[in-house]
């Protein structure tokens, strides 16, 4: 691995929200009544995940996204300011409320319902007004807790300026060639396969994609095709015990790794490790790695 003293610099344009995690001995089925036997609150949202997942490991992070005028949306930005992302282009809506997620949990498994709420507010313009830091950007991320239009535009403006540009493809939908032609990587659930890219087999899309597209699946496993073979790739620990957050704490190291200029083969690597690590910890942003935690 190669890691320099050069510090990359990476717009992450995505989510917030503030995550209510139900433990639960069972998980409910339909018109079942469970009881919890805990609840916390965390700090999440695919894009904030994101955002502090990279700057824990080293990067200079801009985070564009939006909160509502609550007392929810202030934690969010104190939190961020705390893991020393920047904020400046965080936007306050009085249309909603801040986002947030409900999550029950049992034995690592989890069924998540996320209200959007001020996270559906973010828009192209808000975008625009960090225009100047995407010339000087190494690497943009996104995923799809923002509205499509937005993705599409920043995936655009990104390329438009020659940077690296990653998608984690979650929540699944359906996404454009125009998307999946200009982003040089994207990260998916094994299970969403079909609702992002069709019908195709695993397989047909790997090969298709070859070194772009890399398929997790819960048991922090990563599967791509390097042009020539299918490489698979497992990293689970026997701390592995929360799976919230791990494809967020993948796409992190794995953008990080590529920054430094790393192979594919070894940013997969990576990012295995970073995810296996979150897993030791509740909520999504808790276990993240800090870039002083590794040796290299």
């Known amino acids: 691995m190669n890691f320099s003293s050069e510090q990359p610099k990476i717009i992450v344009v995505g989510s917030s929200s503030i995550d209510l995690v139900l433990e639960t001995e069972k998980l409910p089925l339909p018109n079942e009544t469970v009881l919890a036997v805990n609840s916390d609150s965390y700090f999440g949202g695919k894009g904030a995940n994101q955002a502090v997942g990279t700057a824990r490991l080293g990067a200079s992070v801009y985070f564009i996204g939006c909160v509502g005028m609550d007392p929810l949306g202030q934690q969010i930005m104190r939190n961020l300011v705390s893991e020393n992302v920047n904020v400046g ?32 507010y973010l828009n192209k313009e808000h975008v625009d007004e960090a225009d100047r830091y ?84 819960d048991t922090n496993s990563t599967i791509y095709f390097d042009g020539t073979e299918m490489k698979y790739y497992r990293n689970d620990k026997d701390s592995t015990v929360y799976k919230m957050g791990m494809g967020d704490a993948f796409t992190s ?44």
């Open 134 to 217: 995407f010339t000087t950007s190494d690497l943009v991320l996104v995923q799809l807790e923002v509205s499509m239009d937005v993705v599409e535009y920043t995936v655009k403006k990104a390329k438009r300026y020659g940077k690296k540009v990653g998608l984690y493809a979650s929540p699944a939908m359906k996404i454009s060639n125009d998307i999946i032609e200009n982003v040089d990587f994207i990260v998916a659930k094994s299970s969403e396969l079909h609702v992002i890219f069709g019908e195709e087999k695993r397989e047909e899309i790997l090969k298709k994609y070859f070194n772009k597209v890399f398929v997790r699946d």
């Open 89 to 120: 282009f965080v936007h306050e809506t009085d249309k909603e409320s801040t986002g947030t997620a409900y999550v029950t949990t049992c034995d690592g498994n989890a069924a998540i319902v996320v209200v959007p709420a001020a996270n559906k």
């Open 253 to 296: 190291g794995f953008a990080v790794a590529l920054c430094h200029g790393n192979s594919i083969e070894d940013c997969v690597k990576f990012g295995n490790e970073v995810s296996s690590r979150v897993s030791g910890g509740k909520g999504s942003q808790t276990g993240l790695p800090r870039i002083s935690d590794f040796n290299f």
